[in-house]
């Protein structure tokens, strides 16, 4: 089984900026690729962004505009996602995900990180 837990959400100011982390562990060596998704209260989650494991493609959600970087370090089992350019609108539960081979959906879930943006 893989745990993963993610850290770095909090409290931010529109137009600020915070990193998230996501750190796995157990069975990463079946990892294919790790994401990012949010969910905000009453709204379904939704994806925000994902890169593969071997090779670092990355893809984004269209509604970051650019603002969002995800990115990853293979040696640390851990992925991170970038956030600029901050508004209310992000503010949401941020979820990491991974997914264990290509065509499926993903196997594992983190509990999620807060992340809060004020106007």
């Known amino acids: 089984q893989v745990q993963l837990v993610e850290s770095g959400g909090g409290l931010v100011q529109a137009g600020g900026s915070l990193r998230l982390s996501c750190a796995a562990s157990?069975?990463?060596?079946?990892?294919?690729?790790m994401g990012w998704f949010r969910q905000a209260p009453g709204k379904e989650r939704e994806f925000v962004a994902r890169i593969t494991w071997s090779g670092g493609s990355t893809y984004y959600a269209d509604f970051v505009k650019g603002r969002f970087t995800i990115s990853r370090d293979n040696a640390k089992n851990t992925v991170y996602l970038q956030m600029n350019s901050l508004n209310p609108e992000d503010t949401a539960v941020y979820y990491c995900?991974?997914?264990?081979?290509?065509?499926?959906?993903?196997?594992?879930w983190g509990q999620g990180t807060q992340v809060t943006v004020s106007s």
């Open positions: 995900a991974l997914r264990s081979r290509p065509g499926i959906d993903y196997d594992y």
């Open positions: 157990g069975r990463t060596f079946s990892t294919y690729a």
